[in-house]
């Protein structure tokens, strides 16, 4: 009899230390929401192996990108480019994965300030991208202020953001976004 107790006790105490593992697994990869219920999260992962065609660039960005209240509210962190080979662009563009895609907006350089350099380390820049900051891409069917098309684009997982260099005028990193989590190196793939 002690032998069943025994058995039956260590089964209830595994069931229950699976399923603490379980929640606590599930926890930890829900992000945090943001203080618009109605937000969205979007991430990616900057690399020249993304690039359509790829390169070995050594420089690499991070993306995280919240929609909400009718803007996007974005933080971009990039490094590793050639003193002499800093980034004159980046933003958004319609595309699918290895496909390039048109200009939807941008982080820096074009219509936005110039791209800080990062030649002496990491850089993060912030901003608020609005429907006025949309400047297409028009011969995609994007009409210049259609934010909420854009959002759809992303939604469906056909945007990505790249940087531009010297070097690789075509773009030298990219990363496609994708909701709520953050994308790997390689498109549509996690960490």
């Given amino acids: 009899m002690g032998s069943r107790r025994t058995r ?5 105490a595994l069931m229950l230390a699976l399923g603490g593992t379980s929640i ?3 926890a930890s990869r829900h992000h945090s929401k943001p203080a618009d219920s109605n937000a969205e999260v979007f991430t990616a992962h900057l ?3 993304n690039e359509a065609p790829a390169n070995n660039s050594p420089a690499t960005g991070d993306l995280t990108l919240t929609v909400g209240n009718g803007q996007l509210s974005w933080s971009l962190t990039y490094q590793g480019f050639a003193a002499g080979n800093q980034p004159f662009v980046a933003h958004v563009h319609v595309g699918q994965p290895n496909v390039s895609g048109g200009v939807s907006f941008f982080f820096c350089g074009g219509t936005k300030p110039a791209c800080p350099s990062s030649a002496s380390g990491p850089v993060t820049i912030t901003g608020t991208t609005l429907p006025a900051d949309v400047v297409g891409p028009t011969a995609q069917e994007f009409a210049a202020g259609d934010l909420d098309s854009v959002i759809k684009a992303m939604e469906a997982g056909l945007t990505y ?4 260099t ?3 005028t ?11 989590h953050h994308g790997g190196d390689s498109q549509g ?3």
């Fill in 8 to 12: 039956f006790t260590l089964a209830i």
């Fill in 189 to 191: 793939e996690d960490d």
């Fill in 170 to 180: 075509a773009g030298e990193i990219r990363g496609q976004l994708v909701r709520g």
């Fill in 161 to 164: 953001a790249n940087m531009h």
């Fill in 24 to 26: 606590a697994y599930a």
């Fill in 47 to 49: 690399v020249g192996y």
């Fill in 166 to 168: 010297p070097a690789i």
